[in-house]
């Protein structure tokens, strides 16, 4: 995917796409860092496209900077149409020590262009770092599915005994309204197919699509081992 720069973003690392079909053409939802790679501030930027092949910023420039919020970088939006509005939902980094390392932030637009950020996380950890969203919640997948918002997202939490230290599962907050959430449930954590023995500590970026009454969930498989292959994995969950 080629976005031409209208931006002087010299180091920048486009990643984390969210796409919509908007209209006639496609929006895309994207992240970079805007100073020195993967360094803070990490922002959130608009492109378009006629074809879904050729795209260019719109508008060249960040969508929104990080004040307001906790966060000092805002990444991997995540963003949907629900209400008459855009929600875009975001991993939200806090600053260095801070643990948790990462919640969920969300904004909304009328637009899609101008968005007003919300000042608190939506989807928060419980900062206790032996509980499965004690260390992160991050990664959101966001989907409409009957009437309500559907919020996939990673909960990193401390391995009760063993290696890799960290335990990746997936979670699910659902909202009413798009703003508020309920408790997070684990819907999908490690199983023997990707053992921790082998260095997998779980799952990542979780990705869903709606089909009828169908909920398909992609997300990656992470591991640690350095001469292991990243293998990407679907699930599928019915109402």
Known sequence: ???????????????????????????????????????????????????????????????????????VSIETPSVIQFGGKFHMYYTGIHKSGHIPVMEIGHASSVDGINWVKDAAPVVTSSGKVSEWTGYA??????????????????????????????????????????????????VHTQTKRYPPEAGFPGYSTPSALVDGDTIHLFYDVVNFDKNARSEEHTSELQS
């Open 1 to 71: 995917m080629a976005v031409e720069r209208h931006i002087t973003l010299d180091r920048a690392m486009w990643g984390d796409p969210s796409v919509l079909k908007v209209g006639d053409g496609y929006v895309m939802y994207l992240s970079s860092s805007t100073k020195e790679p993967f360094k803070p501030p990490i922002l959130t930027f608009r492109a378009v496209s006629s074809d879904g092949v050729r795209w260019r910023l719109d508008p060249a420039k960040p969508l929104m900077d990080a004040s307001g919020t906790p966060f």
């Open 137 to 186: 919640v991050a990664e959101p997948g966001a989907i409409v599915y009957k009437g309500k918002v559907y919020l996939y997202f990673v909960g990193i939490g401390a391995r009760p005994k063993g290696m890799p230290p960290q335990l990746q599962s997936i979670g699910l907050a659902i909202s009413n309204d798009g703003q508020v959430f309920d408790k997070p449930r684990v």
